[in-house]
């Protein structure tokens, strides 16, 4: 197994896609065509069939296709997760250490503050 996975094809294979979607839209189709042929008592059953059946292989492709995309989502935070192990940073955040500005109400003396002026009430 490679450390870096290798970039997602941007198109999946032409075959790929008929096989995905091409045999659930085969069997809407051919329940379109039974109906049509034949508006009696087995046309009927059949389109429900056909199309039932048509539909079930779309959504089960649409929903396998819905887990992969979210496995590919958890090996980016897995990658992401050894990043910040190894660096200590987000690979999204900027590598910039942040400056922290603190602003105190008005009246408020700080202890250096407290110590100046016991050095020139003194002086």
Do not use: C
Not at 104 to 113: F, N
């Amino acid at each position: 197994m490679a450390d870096t996975p290798g970039p997602a094809p941007s198109r999946p294979p032409l075959g790929t896609l008929v096989v995905r979607y091409g045999i659930g839209a085969v069997m809407v189709l051919a329940g379109i065509v039974m109906i049509i042929i034949n508006l009696g008592g087995f046309g009927v059953e059949g389109f429900a069939m056909a199309v039932g059946g048509g539909l079930s292989v779309l959504l089960i492709n649409f929903l396998f296709r819905l887990g992969v995309s979210g496995d590919r989502e958890r090996e980016r935070e897995e990658e992401a997760r050894r990043y910040f192990d190894e660096h200590g940073v987000w690979p999204d955040e900027d590598n910039k250490p942040s400056v922290r500005e603190w602003r105190l109400a008005s009246g408020v003396i700080t202890p250096e503050q407290e110590e100046r002026q016991r050095r020139d009430d003194k002086g």
